[in-house]
C-alpha cells in the first residue's frame, strides 16, 4: 500500500487545516488508517484512527478538535483540524494497517504560529 499525505502548512493559533492520505489500493480492504504526529526531538504521538467498520479513536488532545474520516469512493483518509495550537506543530504521517503490516506515507508538515 502506498500513502501519499497532503494539506500541511502553516497556520495561526486558533486556525484550522485538513490534512488528506490518498491510498494506492481501495480504503475499504484496509482494516485500519490513521494517523501520528511527530514533532522535532519528541517520540511518536498517535493522534486518531478509523476502521473499514467505521470506528473510530482519537488522541486525549485530539478528541473535540481533530475529526478524522474516510472517504471509500476516493480512497482517501482525512484528518479535520481545527483550533489548532502551537504545541500541535509536528509531521503528521499517515498510515494503513492490513493483515498485520504497517504502511507509512511521507509525512505532511504542520506549523502552528503566529
Known amino acids: 500500500v502506498q500513502l501519499q499525505a497532503s494539506g500541511g502548512g502553516l497556520v495561526q493559533p486558533g486556525g484550522s487545516l485538513r490534512l488528506s492520505c490518498a491510498a494506492s489500493?481501495?480504503?475499504?480492504?484496509?482494516?485500519?488508517m490513521g494517523w501520528y504526529r511527530q514533532a522535532p526531538g519528541k517520540q511518536r504521538d498517535l493522534v486518531a484512527t478509523t476502521t473499514n467498520g467505521g470506528s473510530t479513536n482519537y488522541a486525549n488532545f485530539a478528541e473535540g478538535r481533530f475529526t478524522i474520516s474516510r472517504d471509500n469512493a476516493k480512497d482517501t483518509v482525512y484528518l479535520q483540524m481545527n483550533s489548532l495550537q502551537p504545541e500541535d506543530t509536528a509531521v503528521y504521517l499517515c498510515?494503513?494497517?492490513?493483515?498485520?503490516?504497517?504502511?507509512w506515507g511521507q509525512g505532511t508538515q504542520v506549523t502552528v504560529s503566529s
Open positions: 498510515y494503513a494497517g492490513v493483515s498485520g503490516r504497517t504502511y
Open positions: 489500493r481501495s480504503i475499504s480492504s484496509i482494516d485500519v
